[in-house]
């Protein structure tokens, strides 16, 4: 059965305030989920808090993109740019558009679909910055609206475990891709260092330190994250401390911030 969903968004200038209809064959919970997953990044665009340039200046791209590729030297490469000239590119959850940007450098024809505006409505603005040519869409992975085989090349790096239904959105980009299309997706990997003892572990104990007001200065000089995403946290630890540190709450709150719903 399907539902359907319609929220407005309260956005600064840069952003277009639209209202988004999504439709969906979900249920009453994971929309409700993606409703909240929409906010949030709506609200934080993905990376745009490592820099402190203003949104929509080439400044404010070139320091992103240049913090980008320090922390991830080899992603250029392995997304491999170069072959994608004179292809159909879509990709999922543009974020500031960094891939964007060389994907159309490199000759392919691009679409970016993201869930909230302010992603589209960043990576346009690069585009128009840069005089470049892409397709915008703000829509949701897990009913993209493309008709079956319109893309040669799918990407999403770092999105699709932020959706409630991820085999679900692996099914559409199979569907969209042409045959013989190639699809490169980034996804968090669960047997990690990170997931059992970053998250498991060290976290978990953080959340101990958290319940105090040295705890927190002491963990703002270890963990280095902000003093407001620290009281953030206490807040929470305070008012459910055993949900606080059951696992998939651990990873939602602890990777992109305190109140990620989903990750
Ligand atoms: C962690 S950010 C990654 C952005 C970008 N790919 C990057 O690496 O910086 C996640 C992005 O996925 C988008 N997103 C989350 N769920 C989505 C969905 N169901 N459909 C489309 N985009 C989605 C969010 O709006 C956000 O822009």
């Keep these: 059965m399907g539902h359907a969903m319609s929220l407005t968004l ?30 949030f990044w709506q609200k934080s665009p993905c990376d745009s808090w490592f820099t402190n340039e203003p949104r929509g200046t080439a400044a404010f791209y ?62 346009r603005r690069r585009f128009q910055l840069a005089n470049l040519e892409g397709r915008f869409v703000q829509g949701d992975a897990e009913n993209m609206p493309f008709p079956d085989g319109s893309f040669d090349f799918v990407y999403s790096h770092g999105v699709l475990h932020h959706t409630p239904d991820t085999p679900r959105t692996i099914r559409e980009v199979h569907r969209v891709l042409s045959p013989g299309g190639r699809a490169v997706i980034m996804l968090y990997y669960r047997e990690s260092f990170n997931y059992y003892v970053n998250l498991g572990i060290v976290r978990r104990l ?29 807040e929470l630890i305070r008012k459910d401390p055993g949900s606080y540190v059951e696992m998939q709450n651990m990873l939602n709150r602890n990777t992109d911030g305190p109140d990620n719903p989903l990750s």
Excluded at 68 to 93: C, D, M, N, S, W
């Design 206 to 234: 953080r959340a101990h330190l958290l319940r105090t007001e040295l705890g927190i200065k002491l963990s703002g000089a270890i963990f280095g994250e902000t003093e407001q995403d620290l009281r953030r946290h206490a």
């Design 10 to 39: 309260a956005t600064p200038a840069l952003y277009p305030v639209s209202e988004q209809r999504l439709n969906s064959a979900s249920s009453p919970l994971s929309l409700d989920i993606k409703r909240q997953v929409q906010r």
């Design 62 to 123: 070139r320091s992103l993109d240049e913090h980008r590729y320090k922390v991830h030297p080899r992603l250029q490469l392995a997304v491999g740019f170069e072959g994608t000239r004179g292809l159909r590119v879509l990709e999922i959850g543009c974020g500031c558009g960094s891939e964007a940007e060389r994907f159309v450098r490199a000759g392919a024809h691009y679409t970016a679909v993201d869930l909230t505006n302010a992603a589209v409505s960043i990576t």
